[in-house]
């Protein structure tokens, strides 16, 4: 199938044969492919978890809005990124390079990252959707469906995929033979709205250099901890701190009007 033809013909699917099963062959196939996709610094951060097993995955559905693609389809993947890929023998990311290469990019690397856990997690999540959308297009290369999602609990399906501290999920994608066909699609904006030459409309709002940035706060969803459905925790709400009456302030005496200048004087 032409790259073209694979774009065109990709739509998220929801329904999935459940009794279709993919090859050991084909998962590794697909995954080999993912694995192609670029990463800056060549990292390779994206961690493709493979949900087989039938208990897991009826658990997953069940933090997913009971979804049913994520039991029945073929194959389901966490997306997930390691953000300390970078610093765990980044020498590996580099070792067919020329000496003078590897020399210059490892330092590179530790400069771009080291400290910044904004940037950190800003490039996991930029390589998963590559990744994704790697993944999505050889499936329908290879006659599959598949479907994006982000529609569950990330701490929930963190904890049941037993998530380490320094990784993050970035969304599932399920892969299968569709039963049902998509609806037509809803509605695509023109590429007069979607592309822009060279410059935004002058007339358009401030350009972010003229706008004062806001502080910024970054969350990284983590694993919670397993707290037992049976144990409800009870909020009581504060009560409110009487406030204090006022104390009167004395009234100062009233200044004796001066008398008026005459207009003549």
């Not at 389809?73 to 590996?92: F, G, M, T, Y």
Request: aromatic share 8%.
């Amino acid at each position: 199938m032409k790259t073209q033809k694979a774009i065109k013909d990709r739509r998220s699917i929801k329904y999935f044969d459940a009794d279709h099963q993919m090859t050991a062959e084909e998962i590794d196939e697909l995954l080999s492919l993912a694995a192609l996709s670029p990463t800056a610094f060549n990292v390779q951060h994206w961690r493709f978890v493979v949900v087989d097993d039938p208990e897991l995955r009826k658990a997953i559905r069940a933090y997913s809005w009971d979804q049913a693609q994520v039991t029945d389809a073929s194959l389901l993947l966490v997306l997930c990124a390691d953000l300390k890929a970078w610093e765990k023998q980044p020498e590996r990311y580099w070792a067919k390079a020329d000496k003078e290469v590897s020399e210059f990019m490892l330092p590179a690397i530790k400069a771009y990252y080291s400290t910044k856990t904004r940037v950190q997690r800003d490039e996991a999540m930029r390589s998963c959707g590559i990744a994704a959308q790697t993944i999505m297009l050889a499936a329908k290369a290879m006659g599959y469906d598949s479907c994006p999602m982000d529609g569950f609990d990330f701490n929930r399906v963190a904890q049941l995929i037993r998530l380490p501290q320094d990784h993050i999920i970035s969304m599932f994608i399920t892969v299968g033979k569709a039963t049902k066909k998509p609806w037509p699609r809803p509605g695509q904006l023109p590429l007069e709205e979607l592309v822009i030459k060279n410059q935004f409309n002058p007339r358009s709002p401030k350009p972010q250099s003229e706008v004062k940035a806001e502080p910024v706060t970054e969350v990284i969803a983590e694993p919670t901890p397993e707290v037992s459905d049976e144990v409800v925790a009870e909020v009581k709400p504060k009560a409110k701190a009487k406030a204090k009456p006022k104390a009167k302030a004395k009234a100062k005496p009233k200044a004796k009007p001066k008398p008026k200048a005459e207009d003549d004087a």
